[in-house]
């Protein structure tokens, strides 16, 4: 891609906010090379090259500060290339990760599935979800945004995590007094599992209303059920909208509205919309909602 391009163009092709791209020019240097004072941001294709691996990293959890630490030194490549062919990195994870990835990468769900069982049923929802499962579902997507290859690996280990945490047992007979759903547009729903999973563990139903929920079946899920928190997942500011959370506060039990997850970042909410950085803060939030 040799043309440069303006700042509008390159949103549209990332599938970000144009104010996301200035926000990760001027809180993290990934902006335009040899961009002048008073001209009009134009980029390279070696600048949408890192902002595509930038949006790859934040999109699946990578906190915005770690993912542009990575872009600027070349460390997302660079573990891809470490090991060779078909390595996932994991980072500093112990070996139950280590056992994971390299379960995914060579497609052999039924050990995923164990490994994964194991460490639920040893460690918990949470630290499963911060220990082993998300560092390999980080690992697999920088594989992908440094390859473009990967697929096959994600969608399986996806599949695999979210038959393992809806295993996790539901409180029988008690009313669900939290609501958790995608915003309208996220397709990335594996988090919101991962909170239900932990809501469950600790004896707290909640209804999960999954990918893609469009703002009038929220707050009509809102007003017809009556919750005391909702949760809304973004994974990429182009599904983070902030308008339909305006008025989920305002229905018949005035529930504590979060807006959970990386795409979130670099929008505007409202003043009385909560903002979890983690699963252990939206956790938190949900239980003290629940009482």
């Known amino acids: 891609m040799s043309a440069e391009l303006p700042a509008g163009e390159v949103a549209r092709r990332l599938g970000v906010a144009v104010t996301t791209l200035r926000t990760w020019h001027q809180r993290y240097g ?3 090379t040899g961009h002048a004072a008073g001209l009009h941001r134009r980029y ?4 949408i090259a ?16 770690e993912a542009a630490r990575r872009v ?36 052999d769900s039924p050990a995923m599935r164990a490994t994964i069982d194991a460490a639920l049923a040893a460690d918990g929802v949470v630290p499963t979800w911060n220990g082993l499962l998300r560092p390999v579902l980080v690992g697999v997507g920088e594989r992908h945004a440094a390859t473009g290859r990967f697929v096959e690996v994600e969608h399986l280990l996806s599949r695999t995590v979210s038959e393992a945490l809806a295993g996790v047992p ?17 397709q990335h729903s594996l988090p919101l599992e991962a909170l239900a999973a932990a809501l469950a563990e600790r004896s707290v139903p909640c209804r999960l209303l999954g990918a893609r929920v469009p703002a009038a079946a929220l707050a009509a899920a809102a007003e017809r059920t009556g919750p005391v928190a909702v949760v809304v997942w973004s994974h990429a500011g182009a599904t983070a909208d902030p308008e339909p959370l305006r008025h989920l506060a305002g229905t018949r039990t005035h529930p504590v509205v979060a807006a959970t997850g990386p795409g979130w970042e670099a929008v505007a909410v409202p003043e009385h919309v909560e903002r979890p950085a983690s699963l252990d803060e939206a956790l938190a939030l949900a239980l003290a909602a629940a009482g």
């Open 170 to 186: 539901r409180p029988d007979r008690v009313p669900p007094r939290v609501l958790l759903a995608c915003a309208a547009e996220e």
């Open 50 to 65: 890192r902002l595509e691996t930038m949006r790859g990293l934040t999109a699946r959890g990578v906190p915005a500060a």
């Open 30 to 32: 990934l902006g335009p």
């Open 44 to 47: 390279t294709g070696d600048d």
């Open 72 to 107: 600027l030194t070349g460390a997302a490549a660079a573990a891809a290339r470490d090991g060779g062919g078909t390595t996932i990195p994991v980072g500093r994870s112990g070996p139950a990760a280590r056992g994971l990835a390299r379960a995914a990468s060579r497609l």
